[in-house]
């Protein structure tokens, strides 16, 4: 069965910090990827995904994840992280044929100013 | 455009009762997910309803969970009876179809029902 392992649990920045969020998958085939966000009070949402192409992929609020097969991982970065960035970040897998996702456990992004 | 709706947003209940929780997809998409959000963990999928059946219940405790859909448009999902473990959030997410480019079509979803169960 397809699993997604997120090694970072929490995560603490100061504004303006580079981030980088671990995610790994354990599928060596055809892989569908997505990164969610829930911000505080709020429910989750899309933040970017991968089906093929660019392994670069650029979601919304300046955040992108490089899918690279040879390390099974589409790890998420941004380059300057503000204060409205905290938040639990999910990565996800999309498994079989229905539209069905398998989430990693989450991380919890805290960004001080 | 209206989100996916969901009630109650907090419930507290004692261990052995009973408990519903009622979902409202948006608008004209045909499929509903169920999730459970335990502390600490990601969302894992219960139930999927494309329209008012069955598509995925691989992973919903039959014993004591049960969900349905019957006019193929807000879905209700109950526990009976609670054990401590059923302590989550309860996510609802609708999408257009089960299927579409790239065999995905993306899931919305609700603010969730915080569950505790004493």
């Known amino acids: 069965a397809q699993s997604v392992s997120q090694h970072n649990h929490h995560v603490i920045l100061s504004e303006a910090a580079s981030l980088e969020l671990g995610c790994n998958y354990s599928y060596g085939g055809t892989v569908n990827l997505f990164w969610y966000v829930q911000y505080p009070g709020q429910h989750l949402q899309l933040l970017l995904k991968y089906f093929s192409g660019d392994p670069l992929v650029k979601g919304i609020k300046g955040f992108e994840a490089e899918f690279i097969k040879s390390k099974f991982s589409f790890n998420l970065r941004k380059p300057s992280v503000q204060w409205s960035d905290t938040a639990e970040y999910f990565c996800?897998?999309?498994?079989?044929?229905?539209?069905?996702?398998?989430f990693g456990a989450g991380t919890r992004l805290a960004v001080h100013p | 455009e209206a989100g996916v709706a969901q009630s109650p947003r907090y419930k507290i209940i004692e261990k052995r009762q009973s408990v519903a929780f009622w979902c409202n997809p948006i608008?004209?998409?045909?499929?509903l997910y169920w999730y459970q959000q335990i502390l600490g963990q990601g969302p894992k999928l219960l139930i999927q309803?494309?329209?008012?059946?069955?598509?995925?219940d691989s992973q919903l405790p039959k014993d004591r969970f049960s969900a349905e859909r019957l006019k193929g448009v807000d879905s209700t999902l109950k526990i009976q009876p609670a054990k401590l473990e059923d302590s989550a959030v309860y996510l609802c997410a609708s999408s257009l179809d089960h299927q579409g480019i790239a065999g995905y079509n993306e899931q919305f979803f609700g603010p969730g029902t915080r569950l505790t169960v004493l």
């Open positions: 996800a897998v999309l498994s079989g044929g229905y539209n069905k996702l398998i």
């Open positions: 309803f494309q329209n008012n059946g069955v598509v995925d």
């Open positions: 608008s004209g998409h045909a499929t």
